[in-house]
């Protein structure tokens, strides 16, 4: 019988704790981001997290009238940190994939670009096909929708999986592996700073079940009011052309191309 | 209040996620255990002559062992494996003109060296600890005798060097079993490197619950099959040891004398 009550009491007590929660007036917001993922985010010399995200992010804090800090968190754990409330947003260029879809509630799209095939560059063949694929060892970031395109269409072919965004490229550059599928302003970034390294093959096409409909920001499933101030701030962003700024700083094409 | 609990439990033991991923983790754990096993068997077959290059009075041979073992005790694994498998990344013209790049190419093999080089660092220092810890007397007994320095080291240290080394060599597979986890940042499918892809798709952290249940499964049944060896290895000891009971029974785990196991 005393647990029974033990058990009544801890029910009220977070019932209690949620009822405030509910109608919370956000001051700060904490940002979730894995900082390996230039020009998106990545953490620079002084060991500050910096990157087209962090600056836009940043624009949409300030139209919220609201102070943001920034947590650098490994991707594949950065799911169950935004659910356990090591911080209140995820803006790290999450692709809106159905399966997410059911742990975290997403906001509007607010880029969406290609991914892609990546070779060596001395490898001529524009062949991606699963036939082409079987023996060679093809690379990507695990638990990624690249990783997930991989599994889903790739059966039976080697797929090396990295903690970091960064690191399969490296590996393509070094001859580790024969391709890496990624994003496309990643891989050219990356291409750009080792030159001769390497070549984008193709551009796969943004299918719905695996991809999604572009990159959104995440939330818990109940921080609804918060998934609605960024909708606010990210249409009052493109209406000002705040995010057009901030593209043509970071790119050279439309980011929300596809 | 029975179907509470039970609930709980079913919560935390999450049977149907073993019966879909279990066979993941299973072929993870064996990744594991080949990786362990051949490092610390390659390893100790290093440590051998690396401990007796470093009690050489010769410092052409001492002194490197010694910058050796200082270096690979010294530094973190994780930054020894990362030098390994992305330094040799960088210097493939060179790996590959050498025909050693399809060695460093692969991550299992990467691994392998690296551990490899670690743990032969450690296993040469407790060796040499071993060897140290032998009474001066029994090398002056044997010398007495007129026995050549071979049938020395064969009959008299090394039998009662190995002895003291047991446990800490025990200990040192241990502690590999743990750092072995480290391999799935370099993309080696290990048990760890499953056991992180299964909660990055289904988000339940029971499957670290299972993972750390096999790796303590792992150490439990070596520190077993360490006490088995040490009782197999000090029967000869056994009546010494009841004579000389108040002595013994201070130390009735067995001849525990080693200088270098307290580092562990």
Redesign the interface.
């Known amino acids: 019988m005393k ?2 009550k033990f ?1 009544a009491l801890i029910g009220l007590a977070s019932g209690l704790a949620s009822g405030p929660l509910a109608a919370k007036d956000w001051k700060t917001i904490r940002i979730g981001m894995d900082a390996t993922y230039p020009p998106f985010e990545s953490v620079d010399p002084k060991g500050q997290i910096v990157g087209f995200e962090v600056d836009y992010a940043n624009a949409l804090c300030a139209k919220m009238h609201v102070t943001c800090t920034y947590q650098n968190q490994d991707w ?2 950065i ?2 940190a935004l ?1 356990a409330g090591k911080f209140d947003v995820i803006f790290s260029s999450m692709n809106m994939s159905p399966a997410r879809a059911k ?1 975290v509630l997403f906001s509007n799209m607010y880029y969406a670009t290609a991914p892609v095939w990546v070779a060596q560059a001395s490898n001529k063949s524009n062949d991606t096909s699963l036939a082409a694929m079987q023996g060679k060892l093809v ?1 990507a970031q ?2 990624t929708v690249f990783s997930n395109y991989l599994e889903k269409n790739y059966k039976g072919v080697e797929v ?4 970091g965004g960064d690191e399969p490229l ?2 393509l ?4 592996l024969d391709y890496v599928v990624s994003d496309i302003l990643v891989s050219e970034r990356f291409i750009e700073k080792n030159p001769g390294c390497c070549r984008v093959v193709k551009t796969i096409p943004r299918s719905a079940d695996v991809f999604g409909p572009g990159v959104g920001a995440a939330f818990r499933p109940d921080d609804v009011q918060l998934k609605q101030m960024f909708d606010k701030a990210i249409a009052e962003a493109d209406a000002d052309g705040t995010f057009k700024k901030l593209e043509a700083k970071y790119f050279k094409i439309d980011i929300r191309g596809q | ?1 029975l179907p ?1 609990l039970l609930g709980w439990v079913g919560f935390v033991f999450n049977v149907d996620l073993l019966n879909a991923w279990g066979w993941r983790l299973l072929l993870g754990l064996r990744v594991t255990a080949e990786v362990v096993l051949i490092a610390c068997s390659l390893g100790f077959l290093l440590a051998w002559p690396l401990s007796l290059a470093r009690r050489s009075r010769n410092p052409l041979l001492a002194w490197p062992v010694l910058a050796y073992t200082a270096y690979f005790r010294g530094t973190p694994l994780l930054c020894q494996l990362y030098l390994v498998y ?1 330094g040799a ?2 210097l ?1 013209p060179a790996l590959a003109s050498a025909g050693l ?1 399809w060695f460093f ?1 692969d ?1 299992f093999y990467c691994c392998i060296f690296a551990f490899t080089l670690n743990t032969a660092a450690y296993q040469s220092e407790i060796l040499r600890g071993a060897v140290l810890a032998v009474p001066k007397g029994q090398l002056e007994a044997a010398r007495a005798l007129g026995l050549s320095r071979l049938a020395i080291a064969r009959h008299v240290i090394w039998p009662q060097a190995m002895l003291v080394a047991l446990r800490p060599l025990g200990n040192e597979l241990i502690s590999i079993v743990k750092a072995s986890a480290l391999a799935a ?1 370099v ?1 080696l ?1 290990d048990l760890m ?1 499953e056991t ?2 299964i ?3 289904t ?1 339940d ?1 029971s499957i670290y619950l299972y993972a750390a249940i096999l790796y303590l499964a792992i150490t439990q049944a070596i520190s077993q099959l360490w006490n088995w060896l040490e009782r197999l290895l000090s029967r000869h000891l056994i009546i010494a040891r009841a004579v000389t009971a108040p002595v013994a029974q201070t130390r009735a785990r067995g001849p525990a004398l080693d200088p270098v196991s307290a580092e562990f």
């Open positions: 647990i029974a058990l594949d754990g799911i169950p659910l742990k690379g695990s638990s090396k999986l990295y903690p490296v590996d550059a070094n001859g580790r | 209040m509470y992305y990344g960088e493939r790049w190419r991550a940042i993309t499918m490197g992180r892809l909660f990055a798709r988000f952290f």
